[in-house]
């Protein structure tokens, strides 16, 4: 090219008016290399050390440096945050969770062998009432389905290494555990659906009152077959599996949306962070879900058909709701107490 | 059997990445993976180290100790690997480990993760030796043709060493006597020191 050719002849032009003079700097450099070998360079007074990053870590902090590739976690040379991560899946969440899950199982066959199923006192009378209409019944089994596979599936993650690998086999256990991922993280989607629908269609008979109070001063009347104090639609137990579901399933959400969407934090200390807290609060809601689950099937009697049917006996619902059946009645959704015919217990 | 190791000599690290790309080149690694990459400290100030990083192939591997389905093993060399048929790609060993070695090649659900990958050191993986199966999943098998992994044995300025745990170390001191510095040798303390048998 043209161009290039008549760059190369002015440089060469310009080397040959400063050839002297380069020779000339040539000259004082070779005169100046024993001056600069008495500075006593030393390549490495400054170098950084491992040793000396390691000990200056503080908890949770990683060596980072520069990368030339695009993957920006790449540049974490080293995170000693791993190993203590690695110490809560092995050591203390197996304890956490089996302490909250098998803790939970003995308090409630305790509970079943020392109190017996909670009775309806009076027996059922034979009339029923609406509790639950098939919209909130359709709400609770969609969210309730979701939570029993996703707790199954998480604790295949934290236990099944240990209970079922043996049992299975490797092939089978990870045929099993790649489906359960999948099914874990697709189904947390209606899971949080649920979750939704059930703060909005629930949230306004679950306000704390005075009357909660008085509630669980009494022990619920979890003690007593005949005393029972008064409750609106939900007492303050239910209330409290009412919270607890709301504020643990929004951790559980919030928490999985980042291990969902890894690469949303790109970065190992949030999503390390975000593990614990939904592995930890899975275990707690998974021992309180137990207790749900007792208290509304085999703990009382009566209390399933609230979310099988819809439709509670009057007298189940008189003494564990008794403002609310009131207000029902007023509302003339419930039956009237009058006519009301004692059919013995079962 | 020789207990093998990486040790990479930072003060010989010129960053010339050209071990990331063997490895690349080598094991026909996945877009947007890199089993090994060269990371600069205090880039730019005086004193600055670049360190060429990948698995370490800890004793008592972290990645092995969380793993929820178990498909890691050791081999007698004392190679860390793993079994892509057992992995479901949840990413726990990514979250510990020190190395941030374990990578995923984002093809799981919602572009998430896939199945994990990372440095075999060469080694290849659960198939039989040097088979098209066990280079698709897991690259080439140096170590089972009697050759160390590329990225150290083409390292130019041999800043990169494996080999025996033992020699590559005393090569190491000898070098650092004779030169009379050192940084370190990077991540062995926390892939090793925890260990007696080193």
Redesign the interface.
Known sequence: MPGSSSILRFANLKFAVFKPLLAALALLFVFAQPAAAQISF??????????K??NALKEGDK???????P?R????????A??D??DF??SKLPWIGGISILGMLAVLAIFLMVRGRIRVHQGFSGKTMLRFASFERFTHWLTASCFIILALSGL???F??TLI?PLFG??A??TM??WA??AH??LAFPFMLGLAIMFLIWIKDNIPGKLDWEWLKQGGGLLSDDKHPPAKRFNAGQKGIFWIVIIGGVLMSVSGWF?????LPGN?TA??FW?VIHAVIAMLFIAAMLAHIYIGSIGMEGAFDAMGTGEVDLNWAKEHHAIWVKEQQAKGEAPSDGTARAVPAE | MARVKFLCD??RCI?C?AC?TACKNEHEVPW?I?RR???????GK??????S?ACMHCTDA?CA???????FYTTADGVVLHSK????????C???????APQYP?VG??G??GKMDKCTYCAGGPEADSTPAEYAKYGANRLAEGKLPICAEMCSTKSLLAGDGAIIAEIYKERVMKR????????W??AYSDSPTG
Not at chain 1, 42 to 51: G, I, M, R, S
Not at chain 1, 63 to 69: A, C, L, P
Not at chain 2, 37 to 43: G, H, S
């Open positions: 030393k390549p490495t007074a400054e170098a950084v050390q491992e040793d990053l390691l060596i980072t440096g520069r990368v030339s590739i993957d976690t790449a540049a974490n040379l080293i995170q000693p791993g190993r991560w690695r899946q092995r295949n993650v934290s099944g290494r690998l490797p092939d256990f990870a555990s790649a991922k999948l993280n697709y291990l969902l969407f890894p690469y190992v999503l390390q593990t | 930072a003060d960053e990445n990331v947007g890199n990459r060269v990371v600069t400290i205090n880039d005086p004193g600055e180290r670049s360190v990083m972290p100790a969380v793993c929820p389905v178990s498909c048929d057992l992995c479901i790609g949840c990413g726990y990514f979250y510990a480990c020190p190395f941030g984002k659900n919602f998430s993760r009379g510095y050192g940084s370190g040798m990077w991540g303390k926390t």
